[in-house]
């Protein structure tokens, strides 16, 4: 383990003195702005508070949220492993900066780099080792490695100076959860299952129970705004939910969704906005299943996909403004047919809070501008904002799409490679890579206006 203190960074380390050159177009009047920078070099945005992180040329830059002006960058490049998703995030005065170097089954090997969230000073970096995942609460930050035949560990450093404050090697670490003051480990140590609950800053273990199994995923959800949280393990083998107390690890209850509610392989059901229902996808992949598992009368409620299945998407489904989304298979076709000649993947909607057992989810609107050579598209990626969702794909030309719905209506579709969807209130980021520039737009969610740098400033 080798950790680099500030002055190392800024003065011993291989930097790049000069900084990306980037333009900013801000239209004053829509308050949409657009960022310019060199072909191939804009990553993923992430959101923090008043400004937006974007990796630029592999060096992290700050921008205004509101103007898009750039506020600052780092000297040094960040080796990202990919350009459509950026882990960057914030905790308090520091911002945390991972740098995939090789990928491998069980995890990346990840160097982590920490800088002032205020200036982009870099504190200290740490050495690539293999991390399967990450988390921050109050000053510390804590990375593991999920192991689940052999050993792995988990590791707590100071957040401010990087240095080591605990660390656990376990046997079978299938799962980690940080849930406030305390670590949530599954796993099987001594060749018994059990979850371990240590606190955050000594790594004490607290509490040990085999009540839950040996659940594949953990994951905070809640009761209500004031209620303790609530963490929630699923063990997908079993198709088995339990929800306990993470700071006692006390069992608070447990369901077994009804026969081929959960599919084989299925690592999390998804939590709902409101932090008290779960999403279940069934094995055939031909309904949906919303369940309310903490309430006095548990309630079930289904909806189904018309006669096509459910497409594989990232993620499965969202919800957004009472209706929940998924994607739809081009209907009774053979997997064996060329993509090419493949019908489209339709994107299905229900409002959740309409009454009734059974729901149906029925293909969004399609905007009637859209030309029938532009509506074979094969749709892939679902993000939800405040109230729109923005669906991600691929039409056959190999050219990317993203389109826009509120409620149950496509609003607009653009062309364009670009990253993750990242909502912004009511607008939403995205990055468009062009071979003489690339750009990074902020959108408006409801019309697809953008400040176009093309047009002069008056």
């Not at 200290?124 to 035949?149: K, M, Q, Y």
């Given at each position: 383990?080798?950790?680099?203190?500030?002055?190392?960074?800024?003065?011993?380390?291989?930097?790049?003195?000069?900084?990306?050159?980037?333009?900013?177009?801000?239209?004053?009047?829509?308050?949409?702005?657009?960022?310019?920078?060199?072909?191939?070099?804009?990553?993923?945005?992430?959101?923090?508070?008043d400004?937006?992180?974007?990796?630029?040329?592999?060096?992290?830059?700050?921008?205004?949220?509101?103007?898009?002006?750039?506020?600052?960058?780092?000297?040094?490049?960040?080796?990202?492993?990919?350009?459509?998703?950026?882990?960057?995030?914030?905790?308090?005065?520091?911002?945390?900066?991972?740098?995939?170097?090789?990928?491998?089954?069980?995890?990346?090997?990840?160097?982590?780099?920490?800088?002032?969230?205020?200036?982009?000073?870099?504190?200290?970096?740490?050495?690539?080792?293999?991390?399967?995942?990450?988390?921050?609460?109050?000053?510390?930050?804590?990375?593991?490695?999920?192991?689940?035949?052999?050993r792995?560990?988990?590791?707590?450093?100071?957040?401010s100076?990087?240095?080591?404050?605990?660390?656990?090697?376990?046997?079978?670490?299938?799962?980690?959860?940080?849930?406030?003051?305390?670590?949530?480990?599954?796993?099987a140590?001594g060749?018994r299952r059990?979850?371990?609950?240590?606190?955050?800053?000594?790594?004490?273990?607290?509490?040990r129970?085999?009540?839950?199994?040996?659940?594949?995923?953990?994951?905070?959800?809640?009761?209500?705004?004031?209620a303790e949280?609530?963490?929630l393990?699923?063990?997908?083998?079993?198709?088995?939910?339990?929800?306990?107390?993470?700071?006692?690890?006390?069992?608070?209850?447990?369901?077994?969704?009804?026969?081929?509610?959960?599919?084989?392989?299925?690592?999390d059901?998804?939590?709902?906005?409101?932090?008290?229902?779960?999403?279940?996808?069934?094995?055939?992949?031909?309904?949906?299943?919303?369940?309310?598992?903490?309430?006095?009368?548990?309630?079930?409620?289904?909806?189904?996909?018309l006669?096509?299945?459910?497409?594989?998407?990232?993620?499965?489904?969202?919800?957004?403004?009472?209706?929940?989304?998924?994607l739809?298979?081009?209907?009774?076709?053979?997997?064996?047919?060329?993509?090419?000649?493949?019908?489209?993947?339709?994107?299905?909607?229900?409002?959740?809070?309409?009454?009734?057992?059974?729901?149906?989810?029925?293909?969004?609107?399609?905007?009637?501008a859209?030309?029938?050579?532009e509506?074979h598209?094969?749709?892939?990626?679902?993000?939800?904002?405040?109230?729109?969702v923005?669906?991600?794909?691929?039409?056959?030309?190999?050219?990317?799409?993203?389109?826009?719905?509120?409620?149950?209506?496509?609003?607009?579709?653009?062309?364009?490679?670009?990253?993750?969807?990242?909502?912004?209130?009511?607008?939403?980021?995205?990055?468009?890579?062009?071979?003489k520039?690339?750009?990074?737009?902020?959108?408006?969610?409801?019309t697809?206006?953008?400040a176009?740098?093309?047009?002069?400033?008056?």
């Amino acid at each position: 383990m080798i950790i680099r203190r500030t002055a190392e960074l800024a003065g011993g380390s291989p930097v790049v003195a000069d900084s990306v050159p980037m333009s900013v177009h801000h239209d004053t009047a829509s308050g949409l702005w657009t960022l310019a920078a060199p072909p191939r070099t804009l990553g993923a945005p992430v959101v923090l508070a008043d400004r937006i992180c974007v990796p630029v040329d592999g060096r992290v830059t700050a921008l205004d949220r509101r103007t898009g002006r750039v506020l600052w960058q780092t000297p040094h490049r960040v080796e990202f492993q990919s350009d459509f998703v950026s882990a960057v995030f914030a905790a308090g005065e520091h911002l945390v900066v991972p740098s995939s170097r090789t990928y491998m089954t069980k995890g990346d090997m990840i160097s982590l780099a920490v800088l002032s969230t205020a200036t982009g000073d870099p504190r200290w970096s740490r050495e690539a080792e293999l991390i399967s995942g990450f988390a921050a609460h109050d000053r510390t930050l804590v990375f593991w490695r999920l192991d689940a035949e052999e050993r792995g560990r988990i590791t707590a450093v100071d957040l401010s100076t990087g240095s080591l404050r605990w660390r656990h090697d376990l046997d079978a670490l299938h799962a980690v959860l940080l849930a406030g003051d305390r670590v949530v480990a599954s796993s099987a140590a001594g060749g018994r299952r059990a979850v371990l609950g240590y606190d955050l800053r000594s790594g004490e273990q607290l509490w040990r129970t085999e009540e839950h199994g040996l659940p594949t995923s953990l994951r905070l959800s809640g009761r209500g705004p004031s209620a303790e949280p609530v963490a929630l393990a699923w063990d997908w083998l079993g198709s088995h939910l339990r929800w306990f107390s993470p700071a006692s690890g006390r069992k608070l209850g447990s369901l077994r969704p009804r026969p081929r509610t959960s599919f084989y392989g299925s690592e999390d059901p998804l939590t709902r906005a409101d932090r008290e229902s779960l999403w279940f996808t069934t094995n055939d992949r031909r309904r949906i299943d919303l369940l309310r598992p903490f309430g006095a009368r548990p309630r079930t409620r289904t909806f189904t996909p018309l006669p096509r299945r459910l497409a594989y998407s990232s993620p499965e489904l969202v919800e957004a403004a009472g209706r929940v989304y998924a994607l739809a298979c081009p209907a009774f076709e053979s997997r064996e047919k060329p993509w090419e000649e493949r019908r489209s993947t339709l994107v299905v909607t229900a409002r959740v809070d309409r009454p009734g057992h059974y729901r149906r989810l029925t293909p969004v609107r399609r905007l009637a501008a859209v030309p029938r050579s532009e509506r074979h598209i094969m749709w892939s990626d679902l993000t939800a904002g405040r109230n729109h969702v923005y669906v991600q794909g691929w039409h056959p030309d190999g050219t990317g799409r993203t389109l826009a719905v509120r409620g149950n209506r496509m609003l607009w579709q653009r062309e364009g490679r670009s990253s993750v969807a990242v909502p912004v209130d009511d607008r939403v980021l995205l990055v468009d890579q062009g071979a003489k520039r690339d750009h990074l737009y902020l959108i408006d969610a409801e019309t697809g206006a953008f400040a176009d740098p093309a047009v002069e400033r008056t």
